[in-house]
């Protein structure tokens, strides 16, 4: 039996989404199932996937455009394949603590692709952040790395029990 592949693509601008990418394709790989990871925009085709996950950070309530671009670009390649959505962005543990329901984008990603489910993680922002808007609300004690490397394992390992029974039958 040929080993699973999952893509794990993101759409990040200052990595926090990217480092979620790695916990995930890293607990995919302990729980048995080969994982590549990619930003979103360098994703020409998905190809010899058995499953995609797709990641984008929250920036003023919406979704990276990277990743709508790729759910959109791949929509048909991706039909009946499965797909999980995941969106990274509160700068507090809230994620941590309730279901936060994906901003619009991601729900029209969710939609159009059939994902099996979309989650949110808490995001990351330090000091080293691109932009005026981000670098002044780490000035303003807004900063911090509120992502849960044991919930997104736990998350990847979930995952990875699903495809591996999906493909046992």
Request: charged residues 15%; aromatic residues 6%.
């Given at each position: 039996m040929k080993p699973l592949l999952v893509l794990v693509a993101y759409g990040s601008d200052n990595g926090s989404t990217a480092g979620i990418a790695?916990?995930?394709?890293?607990?995919?790989?302990d729980a048995g199932v080969?994982?590549?990871?990619?930003?979103?925009?360098?994703?020409?085709?998905?190809?010899?996937?058995?499953?995609?996950?797709i990641g984008g950070a929250i920036y003023n309530g919406r979704w990276h455009g990277d990743a709508r671009v790729f759910a959109r670009r791949h929509a048909?390649?991706?039909?009946?394949?499965?797909?999980?959505?995941?969106?990274s962005?509160?700068?507090?543990?809230s994620a941590d603590h309730t279901d936060i329901?994906?901003?619009?984008?991601?729900?029209d990603a969710v939609r159009r692709l059939a994902a099996r489910e979309?989650?949110?993680?808490?995001?990351?922002?330090?000091?080293?952040?691109?932009?005026?808007?981000?670098?002044?609300?780490?000035r303003n004690g807004r900063g911090g790395d509120f992502r849960n490397a044991a919930r997104i394992g736990a998350w990847a390992t979930q995952?990875?029990?699903?495809?591996?029974?999906?493909?046992?039958?």
């Open positions: 790695d916990m995930i394709a890293a607990a995919l790989r080969a994982a590549h990871t990619s930003p979103a925009a360098q994703v020409h085709t998905v190809d010899g996937y058995d499953a995609v996950i048909a390649a991706l039909h009946g394949r499965p797909v999980y959505v995941f969106s962005g509160p700068l507090d543990d329901p994906p901003v619009p984008h991601a729900a979309h989650v949110t993680f808490g995001g990351r922002l330090t000091d080293q952040a691109r932009g005026f808007a981000a670098r002044a609300m780490v995952i990875a029990s699903q495809l591996r029974q999906a493909t046992s039958r």
